[in-house]
């Protein structure tokens, strides 16, 4: 759009195009996109026009229209490169892009990006749509990611988060052998890069070399994104997830043995014939892995998947009062967790003058460090850690951190450990 001489503003006011972009794989993202899309329409001043594209209209179709009168166009995903061409012609039968991969414009702040390494999923869990709306797995070569890591970098990046709907496979479908290590060996070696973070690291594609690569790559963060979904094996043999309890088991004890390695996880809780005791189950092993971060959600079933048709559907106040138990211990794992970060020193990347992440915190879904004076947002700062809350900690800042930190801080957390 802006080399198609279009300026980017964010006050819909301003704007002559509003571009709408929208999830769809769970209910409950379909329900928000479509609010997001209500309240655009609610505030749109005459001769606005608007567009709504991604995953919603993937997953509806024209059956949109009908629900969404007033929309100027829909544009599916792989025409959403061709949004310029389709705004001038307002004709949404135009041809499918093959530019699959137009220039990036940042929407994040300017010092960490995300980084697509691979569209679609082959996994086909049996809870989940994203295989129907994108489609099989399509790794991006290799070249071509670190090529737009670079250009990143050039702009300002210091943290690069790798995305994909299972990372862990990256390389699978084209080099038939994950390629991920030496993908993040090639990103490690960018000038100006300094962090790396692995998400959605699927448990069945954790290879020896990534976890060789953890121990070894400098600039990886000793961090992964691990959706287990759950503990029971009966359980993940429903959902389609090709492993069990005792892989899980394996897998979480080899982790805790890369120095300083923080586990995130997502759990799904009320998945259909979940019974008490699998719950309970499912506690206990939260309790003993002591996951650093964790998210979970309700089960939700969508319509066109098979666990959707699958008997023993859990009742929805069954799955909230296991979720806030879940969750409840959860909050007790990471006060404990945290409150023993209390008198240590942390390297913390600065989001903005107030708060920012250590390596162990993704942007907007883990915790933050709030910083006791101001520092300059997109700086490496060391800071001295004061105070620890539920999710988030408070550090004084000590010095700006130099280049050396990142080794020195990884042999002090290594000390500190022994
Ligand atoms: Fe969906 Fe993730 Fe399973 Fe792929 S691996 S089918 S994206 S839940």
Same mark, same amino acid.
């Given at each position: 759009?802006?080399?198609?001489?279009?300026?980017?503003?964010?006050?819909q006011?301003?704007a002559?195009?509003i571009v709408v972009?929208?999830?769809?794989?769970?209910?409950?993202?379909?329900?928000?996109?479509?609010e997001a899309i209500q309240s655009v329409l609610a505030a749109r001043?005459?001769?606005q026009?608007v567009?709504v594209?991604?995953?919603?209209?993937?997953?509806?179709?024209?059956?949109?229209?009908?629900?969404?009168?007033g929309i100027?166009?829909?544009?599916?995903?792989?025409?959403?490169?061709?949004?310029?061409?389709?705004?001038?012609?307002?004709?949404?039968?135009?041809?499918?892009?093959?530019?699959?991969?137009?220039?990036?414009?940042?929407?994040?702040?300017?010092?960490?990006?995300?980084?697509?390494?691979?569209?679609?999923?082959?996994?086909?869990?049996?809870?989940?749509?994203?295989?129907?709306?994108?489609?099989?797995?399509?790794?991006?070569?290799?070249?071509?990611?670190?090529?737009?890591?670079?250009?990143?970098?050039?702009?300002?990046?210091?943290?690069?988060?790798?995305?994909?709907?299972?990372?862990?496979?990256?390389?699978?479908?084209?080099?038939?052998?994950?390629?991920?290590?030496?993908?993040?060996?090639?990103?490690?070696?960018?000038?100006?890069?300094?962090?790396?973070?692995?998400?959605?690291?699927?448990?069945?594609?954790?290879?020896?070399?990534?976890?060789?690569?953890?121990?070894?790559?400098? &600039? @990886?963060? =000793?961090?992964?994104? $691990?959706?287990?979904?759950? +503990?029971?094996?009966? #359980?993940?043999? %429903?959902?389609? /997830?090709?492993?069990?309890?005792?892989?899980?088991?394996?897998?979480?004890?080899?982790?805790?043995?890369?120095?300083?390695?923080?586990?995130?996880?997502?759990?799904?809780?009320?998945?259909?014939?979940?019974?008490?005791?699998?719950?309970?189950?499912?506690?206990?092993?939260?309790?003993?892995?002591?996951?650093?971060?964790?998210?979970?959600?309700?089960?939700?079933?969508?319509?066109?998947?098979?666990?959707?048709?699958?008997?023993?559907?859990?009742?929805?106040?069954?799955?909230?009062? &296991? @979720?806030? =138990?879940?969750?409840? $211990?959860?909050?007790?794992? +990471?006060?404990?967790? #945290?409150?023993? %970060?209390?008198? /240590?020193?942390?390297?913390?990347?600065?989001?903005?003058?107030?708060?920012?992440?250590?390596?162990?915190?993704?942007?907007?879904?883990?915790?933050?460090?709030?910083?006791?004076?101001?520092?300059?947002?997109?700086?490496?700062?060391?800071?001295?850690?004061?105070?620890?809350?539920?999710?988030?900690?408070?550090?004084?800042?000590?010095?700006?951190?130099?280049?050396?930190?990142?080794?020195?801080?990884?042999?002090?957390?290594?000390?500190?450990?022994?």
């Amino acid at each position: 759009m802006v080399q198609a001489g279009y300026a980017v503003t964010t006050h819909q006011r301003d704007a002559d195009v509003i571009v709408v972009t929208t999830c769809a794989f769970l209910g409950s993202a379909v329900k928000e996109s479509e609010e997001a899309i209500q309240s655009v329409l609610a505030a749109r001043r005459p001769g606005q026009r608007v567009v709504v594209c991604g995953c919603l209209v993937e997953r509806f179709g024209n059956r949109l229209r009908r629900r969404l009168p007033g929309i100027d166009l829909f544009v599916p995903l792989n025409r959403m490169p061709r949004l310029p061409a389709l705004l001038a012609t307002s004709d949404v039968s135009h041809p499918a892009s093959d530019i699959s991969h137009p220039p990036r414009l940042l929407s994040t702040p300017r010092h960490y990006a995300y980084l697509k390494i691979a569209e679609g999923c082959d996994n086909r869990c049996s809870y989940c749509l994203i295989p129907s709306i994108r489609g099989p797995r399509r790794s991006r070569p290799l070249a071509e990611v670190v090529a737009e890591a670079q250009s990143l970098a050039r702009q300002g990046v210091r943290e690069l988060i790798l995305i994909a709907q299972d990372t862990t496979a990256y390389g699978i479908d084209s080099c038939s052998r994950p390629a991920l290590p030496r993908l993040l060996r090639a990103l490690a070696a960018i000038r100006g890069v300094r962090w790396l973070r692995l998400m959605y690291a699927h448990p069945a594609h954790v290879s020896q070399a990534l976890l060789r690569e953890f121990e070894s790559n400098p &600039r @990886l963060c =000793r961090y992964i994104d $691990l959706p287990i979904q759950h +503990s029971s094996s009966r #359980l993940l043999s %429903l959902m389609r /997830r090709h492993y069990d309890r005792e892989h899980l088991e394996q897998l979480i004890a080899r982790l805790r043995r890369v120095p300083a390695m923080h586990i995130r996880t997502t759990l799904i809780v009320g998945f259909p014939g979940e019974t008490e005791q699998e719950f309970e189950e499912l506690l206990e092993f939260v309790r003993t892995a002591r996951f650093d971060r964790l998210g979970a959600y309700g089960y939700s079933p969508e319509p066109g998947t098979r666990a959707a048709r699958m008997s023993g559907q859990v009742p929805g106040p069954v799955k909230l009062e &296991r @979720l806030g =138990r879940l969750m409840r $211990l959860q909050a007790r794992v +990471s006060r404990e967790k #945290l409150a023993a %970060l209390v008198g /240590r020193n942390v390297l913390v990347l600065a989001d903005d003058e107030r708060t920012g992440r250590t390596q162990w915190d993704a942007p907007e879904i883990d915790g933050k460090v709030k910083f006791t004076r101001p520092v300059s947002p997109g700086s490496f700062v060391r800071c001295h850690v004061v105070r620890a809350t539920t999710h988030d900690i408070t550090a004084a800042p000590t010095r700006r951190a130099s280049p050396k930190d990142k080794v020195q801080r990884t042999k002090q957390v290594e000390r500190g450990k022994s």
